[in-house]
Protein backbone atom coordinates (compact mmCIF):
# COMPACT_ATOMS: atom_id res chain seq x y z
CA UNK A 1 0.00 0.00 0.00
CA UNK A 2 1.36 3.10 -0.53
CA UNK A 3 1.75 5.40 2.74
CA UNK A 4 1.99 9.28 1.89
CA UNK A 5 3.33 10.81 5.16
CA UNK A 6 3.32 14.99 6.32
CA UNK A 7 6.92 15.23 7.07
CA UNK A 8 8.69 18.60 8.55
CA UNK A 9 12.14 18.96 8.74
CA UNK A 10 12.55 21.45 11.00
CA UNK A 11 12.31 24.36 8.47
CA UNK A 12 10.04 23.00 5.38
CA UNK A 13 7.10 20.63 5.54
CA UNK A 14 6.27 18.52 2.69
CA UNK A 15 4.82 15.22 1.53
CA UNK A 16 6.66 11.85 0.75
CA UNK A 17 5.09 8.54 -0.59
CA UNK A 18 6.49 4.99 0.05
CA UNK A 19 5.20 1.68 -0.72
CA UNK A 20 4.98 -0.80 2.27
CA UNK A 21 4.62 -4.75 1.23
CA UNK A 22 1.44 -4.71 3.66
CA UNK A 23 -0.13 -7.81 5.09
CA UNK A 24 -3.21 -9.30 7.30
CA UNK A 25 -3.36 -8.02 10.73
CA UNK A 26 -0.52 -5.08 10.51
CA UNK A 27 -1.38 -1.89 12.11
CA UNK A 28 -0.15 1.05 10.53
CA UNK A 29 2.30 1.35 13.74
CA UNK A 30 4.29 -1.33 11.55
CA UNK A 31 4.11 0.21 8.61
CA UNK A 32 6.02 3.00 10.22
CA UNK A 33 8.77 1.15 11.28
CA UNK A 34 8.83 -0.88 8.48
CA UNK A 35 9.75 2.52 6.74
CA UNK A 36 11.81 3.87 9.29
CA UNK A 37 13.86 0.68 9.28
CA UNK A 38 13.76 -0.49 5.49
CA UNK A 39 13.37 2.70 3.58
CA UNK A 40 13.60 5.94 5.25
CA UNK A 41 15.84 6.15 8.65
CA UNK A 42 15.00 9.98 8.54
CA UNK A 43 11.47 9.38 9.28
CA UNK A 44 10.65 10.28 13.11
CA UNK A 45 7.28 9.22 15.15
CA UNK A 46 6.61 8.54 18.48
CA UNK A 47 5.32 5.13 20.01
CA UNK A 48 5.64 3.63 22.74
CA UNK A 49 3.68 -0.03 24.00
CA UNK A 50 2.30 -0.75 20.91
CA UNK A 51 -0.50 -2.03 22.62
CA UNK A 52 -3.00 1.58 22.95
CA UNK A 53 -1.83 2.28 26.31
CA UNK A 54 1.12 5.13 26.81
CA UNK A 55 -0.82 6.92 24.14
CA UNK A 56 2.50 8.50 22.59
CA UNK A 57 1.25 7.06 18.66
CA UNK A 58 -1.32 9.30 18.10
CA UNK A 59 -1.68 10.44 14.55
CA UNK A 60 -4.20 11.63 11.90
CA UNK A 61 -4.70 9.02 9.81
CA UNK A 62 -6.95 9.25 6.49
CA UNK A 63 -8.04 12.72 8.33
CA UNK A 64 -8.87 11.36 11.85
CA UNK A 65 -6.69 11.08 14.75
CA UNK A 66 -6.40 7.69 15.42
CA UNK A 67 -3.85 5.18 17.93
CA UNK A 68 -1.33 4.34 14.75
CA UNK A 69 -0.85 1.12 16.96
CA UNK A 70 -4.41 0.26 16.97
CA UNK A 71 -4.99 1.19 13.46
CA UNK A 72 -5.17 -1.95 10.72
CA UNK A 73 -4.40 -1.11 7.10
CA UNK A 74 -6.43 -3.41 6.42
CA UNK A 75 -9.35 -1.16 7.30
CA UNK A 76 -8.34 1.91 5.68
CA UNK A 77 -8.36 2.63 2.00
CA UNK A 78 -5.34 2.68 -0.77
CA UNK A 79 -3.48 5.25 -0.33
CA UNK A 80 -3.26 5.99 3.87
CA UNK A 81 -2.41 9.65 4.30
CA UNK A 82 -0.69 10.11 7.61
CA UNK A 83 0.02 13.16 9.41
CA UNK A 84 0.70 14.76 12.66
CA UNK A 85 -1.42 16.18 14.88
CA UNK A 86 -3.40 18.87 14.26
CA UNK A 87 -3.31 21.99 17.54
CA UNK A 88 -0.07 20.96 18.22
CA UNK A 89 3.46 22.57 17.07
CA UNK A 90 5.36 19.95 15.08
CA UNK A 91 8.69 19.19 16.20
CA UNK A 92 9.57 17.14 13.45
CA UNK A 93 7.45 14.63 11.15
CA UNK A 94 4.93 12.75 12.85
CA UNK A 95 6.20 14.20 16.37
CA UNK A 96 4.66 16.76 17.88
CA UNK A 97 5.48 19.41 21.10
CA UNK A 98 3.41 17.82 24.37
CA UNK A 99 5.26 20.39 26.37
CA UNK A 100 1.92 22.48 26.93
CA UNK A 101 -0.35 19.51 26.93
CA UNK A 102 1.17 18.34 30.25
CA UNK A 103 1.54 21.39 31.78
CA UNK A 104 -2.08 22.30 31.72
CA UNK A 105 -2.62 18.97 32.81
CA UNK A 106 -0.54 19.79 35.89
CA UNK A 107 -2.29 22.74 36.05
CA UNK A 108 -5.83 20.94 37.32
CA UNK A 109 -3.99 18.80 40.00
CA UNK A 110 -4.15 15.25 38.47
CA UNK A 111 -3.57 13.40 41.68
CA UNK A 112 -5.73 12.87 44.80
CA UNK A 113 -5.39 15.46 47.56
CA UNK A 114 -5.32 14.71 51.10
CA UNK A 115 -3.77 16.63 54.16
CA UNK A 116 -4.88 14.50 56.73
CA UNK A 117 -2.60 11.32 55.88
CA UNK A 118 0.43 10.40 57.77
CA UNK A 119 2.60 8.78 55.11
CA UNK A 120 4.90 7.15 57.84
CA UNK A 121 1.76 4.85 58.77
CA UNK A 122 -0.38 4.77 55.71
CA UNK A 123 -4.17 3.66 55.66
CA UNK A 124 -6.03 2.17 53.25
CA UNK A 125 -8.87 4.46 51.47
CA UNK A 126 -11.58 2.16 50.82
CA UNK A 127 -13.95 2.89 48.53
CA UNK A 128 -17.14 1.66 47.19
CA UNK A 129 -17.77 0.24 43.58
CA UNK A 130 -20.19 2.62 43.10
CA UNK A 131 -17.76 5.23 44.20
CA UNK A 132 -15.39 4.21 41.82
CA UNK A 133 -17.80 4.21 39.26
CA UNK A 134 -18.13 7.82 39.65
CA UNK A 135 -14.96 8.26 37.61
CA UNK A 136 -13.40 5.00 36.34
CA UNK A 137 -14.16 5.90 32.77
CA UNK A 138 -12.02 8.98 32.81
CA UNK A 139 -9.48 7.29 34.80
CA UNK A 140 -8.73 5.69 31.47
CA UNK A 141 -7.24 8.46 29.44
CA UNK A 142 -4.05 7.67 27.64
CA UNK A 143 -3.13 11.56 27.27
CA UNK A 144 -2.72 10.80 23.72
CA UNK A 145 -3.89 14.01 22.60
CA UNK A 146 -6.87 13.02 20.03
CA UNK A 147 -9.63 15.50 21.70
CA UNK A 148 -6.99 18.43 21.86
CA UNK A 149 -6.10 18.47 18.06
CA UNK A 150 -9.96 17.88 17.01
CA UNK A 151 -10.86 20.56 19.74
CA UNK A 152 -12.45 24.09 17.88
CA UNK A 153 -11.62 25.56 21.30
CA UNK A 154 -7.68 24.69 21.80
CA UNK A 155 -7.67 25.67 17.26
CA UNK A 156 -8.40 29.15 18.82
CA UNK A 157 -7.01 29.35 21.94
CA UNK A 158 -3.66 28.20 23.61
CA UNK A 159 -5.22 29.10 26.92
CA UNK A 160 -7.64 26.66 26.83
CA UNK A 161 -7.02 23.62 29.25
CA UNK A 162 -8.77 21.66 26.84
CA UNK A 163 -10.52 18.38 27.09
CA UNK A 164 -7.99 15.63 28.37
CA UNK A 165 -6.52 18.55 31.07
CA UNK A 166 -10.20 18.78 32.04
CA UNK A 167 -10.91 15.10 31.92
CA UNK A 168 -8.28 14.70 34.49
CA UNK A 169 -9.38 17.47 36.88
CA UNK A 170 -13.29 15.54 36.53
CA UNK A 171 -11.55 12.16 37.30
CA UNK A 172 -10.18 13.72 40.69
CA UNK A 173 -13.18 15.94 41.35
CA UNK A 174 -15.48 13.47 41.32
CA UNK A 175 -12.87 10.60 43.50
CA UNK A 176 -14.42 10.10 46.86
CA UNK A 177 -10.89 10.06 47.97
CA UNK A 178 -9.56 13.40 47.49
CA UNK A 179 -10.44 16.18 49.80
CA UNK A 180 -9.88 19.32 48.24
CA UNK A 181 -11.04 19.87 44.96
CA UNK A 182 -11.28 23.89 45.09
CA UNK A 183 -8.03 24.62 43.36
CA UNK A 184 -8.95 22.45 40.33
CA UNK A 185 -12.65 24.43 40.45
CA UNK A 186 -11.12 27.68 40.61
CA UNK A 187 -8.69 27.14 37.47
CA UNK A 188 -11.56 25.18 35.86
CA UNK A 189 -13.85 28.35 36.19
CA UNK A 190 -11.36 30.88 35.24
CA UNK A 191 -11.28 32.31 31.35
CA UNK A 192 -9.05 28.85 30.80
CA UNK A 193 -11.56 26.60 32.08
CA UNK A 194 -14.91 25.02 30.88
CA UNK A 195 -16.43 27.73 29.62
CA UNK A 196 -14.16 28.05 26.72
CA UNK A 197 -15.51 24.84 25.54
CA UNK A 198 -18.21 25.12 22.43
CA UNK A 199 -19.86 21.53 22.72
CA UNK A 200 -18.44 21.00 19.55
CA UNK A 201 -18.24 17.24 20.88
CA UNK A 202 -15.74 16.54 18.34
CA UNK A 203 -13.23 15.48 21.52
CA UNK A 204 -15.83 12.30 22.23
CA UNK A 205 -16.17 11.17 18.87
CA UNK A 206 -12.61 10.57 18.41
CA UNK A 207 -11.18 9.03 22.06
CA UNK A 208 -10.06 5.67 21.81
CA UNK A 209 -10.86 5.13 25.00
CA UNK A 210 -14.23 5.83 24.72
CA UNK A 211 -14.01 8.65 27.56
CA UNK A 212 -16.64 11.23 26.51
CA UNK A 213 -14.30 14.13 27.48
CA UNK A 214 -17.54 16.51 26.34
CA UNK A 215 -19.60 15.54 28.82
CA UNK A 216 -16.74 15.80 31.69
CA UNK A 217 -16.88 19.48 30.56
CA UNK A 218 -20.91 19.37 31.00
CA UNK A 219 -20.60 17.99 34.40
CA UNK A 220 -17.46 20.01 35.48
CA UNK A 221 -19.91 23.52 34.37
CA UNK A 222 -22.13 21.76 36.97
CA UNK A 223 -19.59 21.50 40.01
CA UNK A 224 -18.09 25.25 38.83
CA UNK A 225 -22.17 26.57 39.15
CA UNK A 226 -22.14 24.98 42.33
CA UNK A 227 -18.98 26.15 43.57
CA UNK A 228 -19.86 30.23 42.26
CA UNK A 229 -22.86 30.21 43.98
CA UNK A 230 -21.43 29.32 47.42
CA UNK A 231 -18.83 31.46 47.32
CA UNK A 232 -21.40 34.13 46.63
CA UNK A 233 -22.86 33.31 49.46
CA UNK A 234 -19.71 32.59 51.49
CA UNK A 235 -21.37 28.98 52.19
S1 LIG B 1 -9.60 11.94 26.68
FE1 LIG B 1 -9.37 10.32 25.12
S2 LIG B 1 -8.61 11.40 23.30
FE2 LIG B 1 -8.29 12.77 25.03
S3 LIG B 1 -6.18 12.39 25.71
FE3 LIG B 1 -7.54 11.05 26.93
S4 LIG B 1 -7.59 9.11 25.80
FE4 LIG B 1 -6.79 10.64 24.38
S1 LIG C 1 2.29 2.81 20.98
FE1 LIG C 1 1.36 3.14 22.94
S2 LIG C 1 -0.66 3.70 22.48
FE2 LIG C 1 0.20 3.25 20.55
Redesign the pocket.
Known amino acids: MEFRIRRFDGENSFWQSYEVPTKKGMTV?ECLYYIRDNLDSTLSF?????????????VKINGKPK????TQVSELKNPIVVEPLDNFKVLKDLVVDFEGFFAKHKMVKPFIVRDDIDYNSPVELIQTPKELAKYYNYSLC?K?GACVSVCPAAATSEDYLGPAALVAAYRFCADSRDKDCKDRIEIISSERGVWRCHSAMACSEVCPKKIEPAKAVQLLRRKAIIHSIKKLFRW
Open positions: LRASCRMGICGSCALACEIC
